[in-house]
Every structure is written in C-alpha cells, then in structure tokens.
C-alpha cells in the first residue's frame, strides 16, 4: 500500500502563497506519477499538476499555470505544491495523488493512491 498524507492548507488572503506537502510512504515512488487535483464545492475534480517521481517534465492546468509550482524532495518522499498570487477561485480542497502508470494522472481516471485532502480557503 501507499500512504499520501497532505498538509499546508489553510486561510489566505488573495495575493498571497500557500506550499501544500504530500509526503508518501509504503512504496518506492522512483517509477510514479505524482500529481495534484482540487475541488470545489459544486465542482468537479480537477488537475491542478502533475510530474513523474524521477522525471522533469510538469503539466498545469492554464487557470494555475505561472502561480502554481509542482515539485519534490526525493530524501523525504514528498512531493510539494507551491502556491503563488492565490485567487478567490483557488478555494478548494486539493488532493495529492499518485499512481505507477502518467495515464493515470493525464485522464484522472483509475488513480490507486489519494490523500485524504487539504483545505485551502482564499479570501477576497
């Protein structure tokens, strides 16, 4: 089994950061795909990010891109979101994920592996 445990949610006021932490455990998560969803209330689940454990290449969704930075730390088996000129619309709770195949986490189907989510509330 893989554990994803998410912290770093909370209050902020719009123009401001948030880093969310997933730190992973169970498994060796050199071959994995790790990524970031989100959802609001009355929304459906989005990606926000994502990248493969051992990888460089990173994907973000256009409503994050250029705020929003993906990355990890291979010593501590965690994987961060860090979280630039936050918006209202930013509100959501956000998910760490995380799967052996990318397809998993291009088409957000058929992911073994969620946290349990964080809150982030974005004031105007």
């Known amino acids: 089994q893989v554990q994803l445990v998410e912290s770093g949610g909370g209050l902020v006021q719009a123009g401001g950061s948030l880093r969310l932490s997933c730190a992973a455990s169970g498994r060796t998560f050199s071959s994995y795909a790790m990524g970031w969803f989100r959802q609001a209330p009355g929304k459906e689940r989005e990606s926000v990010a994502r990248?493969?454990?051992?990888?460089?290449?990173?994907y973000y969704a256009d409503s994050v891109k250029g705020r929003f930075t993906i990355s990890r730390d291979y010593a501590k088996n965690t994987v961060f979101l860090q979280m630039n000129s936050l918006k209202p619309e930013d509100t959501a709770v956000y998910y760490c994920?995380?799967?052996?195949?990318?397809?998993?986490?291009?088409?957000?189907?058929?992911?073994?592996?969620w946290g349990k989510g964080t809150l982030v509330t974005v004031s105007s």
């Open positions: 994920a995380a799967d052996r195949n990318l397809g998993a986490l291009i088409n957000g189907r058929g992911i073994n592996y």
């Open positions: 990248m493969l454990w051992s990888g460089d290449s990173t």
